[in-house]
C-alpha cells in the first residue's frame, strides 16, 4: 500500500513568489495535516483538513492557506514568501476519525527555499 | 495549552550502551502519546505510542511507559546501535481539545558511535 506521496521534493522560490505544496494521502485516509519544520523550530502544526472542510489551523499568518480536493488530496499554498518560510513541510494522513488515537503517518516531505 | 518538553540533544553515545530521551507533557485533556523517529534526509516514522496511563509502547528494542502521575513518556533502549542516530521527537495528541493536532517537542538528536 502505498504510503503519503508529497510533491515537489525540492522548490526554490524568490521572496515575494507564492508557493504551492501537494499532498496525497494513504488510500482510506480522509485526514490531511501540515506541519512546517523549520530549523531549529522544531515541528509546528499549520493546517488540518478534513473530508474537504478546514478543521484548525495552527499559528500562522493567513498567507499560509490551503484546501483538500474531493479525492481528499491536499494542496499548501504559501503567498508572499518571506525568507523565514524557508522549511521542510512535512504532510500526515490519519483515519481522521473524532477521538481515538489519531496516528498520523507522514509524507518525505517538500523542502521549501526562498531566495 | 498542550505541551510537550523533551530532553535537550545532541546526545551522543557508544554502541551498545543505554539509552533514555526525557519526554514531560501538559495537557488538559487525555491524550495519546507517540515518539516518532526521522533519520537523516527522510520525514518522520512513528516509532511507538501510546493512548492510555500505564500503556506501554514498544517497537525495534525501544520502550516507553505513559505515566499519568509523573506526566512522562521517557524513551528507552537497552542497546543502541549506530543505525539508531537519528532525531526523536515526542508528540501528543489531545482529541479533547477538538483539534486533532499533533504537538510536538523539540526533537533530541541521537548520534551513535561505533
Known amino acids: 500500500e502505498a504510503g503519503v506521496t508529497q510533491s515537489p521534493t525540492h522548490l526554490i522560490k524568490t521572496r515575494g513568489q507564492q508557493a504551492t505544496l501537494r499532498c496525497s494521502p494513504i488510500s482510506g485516509h480522509t485526514s490531511v495535516y501540515w506541519y512546517q519544520q523549520a530549523l531549529g523550530l522544531g515541528l509546528q502544526f499549520l493546517l488540518w483538513?478534513?473530508?474537504?472542510?478546514?478543521?484548525n489551523r495552527g499559528n500562522f499568518p493567513p498567507r499560509f492557506s490551503g484546501r483538500q480536493f474531493p479525492n481528499y488530496s491536499s494542496e499548501l499554498n504559501v503567498n508572499a514568501l518571506e525568507l523565514e518560510d524557508s522549511a521542510l513541510y512535512l504532510c500526515?494522513?490519519?483515519?481522521?476519525?473524532?477521538?481515538?488515537?489519531?496516528?498520523?503517518?507522514f509524507g518525505p516531505g517538500t523542502r521549501l527555499t526562498v531566495l | 495549552g498542550d505541551s510537550v518538553t523533551q530532553m535537550e540533544g545532541p546526545v551522543t553515545l557508544s554502541e551498545e550502551a543505554f539509552l533514555t530521551i526525557n519526554c514531560t507533557y501538559t495537557?488538559?485533556?487525555?491524550?495519546?502519546l507517540f515518539w516518532y523517529v526521522q533519520y537523516p534526509g527522510e520525514g518522520l516514522q512513528l516509532l511507538l505510542k501510546a493512548t492510555k496511563a500505564d500503556d506501554k509502547g514498544s517497537n525495534k528494542g525501544f520502550e516507553a511507559t505513559y505515566r499519568k502521575e509523573t506526566t512522562s513518556f521517557h524513551l528507552e533502549k537497552g542497546s543502541v546501535q549506530v543505525s539508531d542516530s537519528a532525531v526523536y521527537f515526542c508528540a501528543l495528541s489531545d482529541p479533547y481539545q477538538g483539534a486533532q493536532k499533533l504537538v510536538f517537542g523539540q526533537g533530541t538528536r541521537l548520534t551513535i558511535n561505533p
Open positions: 500526515a494522513s490519519s483515519l481522521g476519525t473524532s477521538g481515538g488515537d489519531n496516528e498520523q503517518f
Open positions: 495537557a488538559t485533556g487525555y491524550p495519546s
Open positions: 483538513y478534513d473530508e474537504g472542510e478546514e478543521r
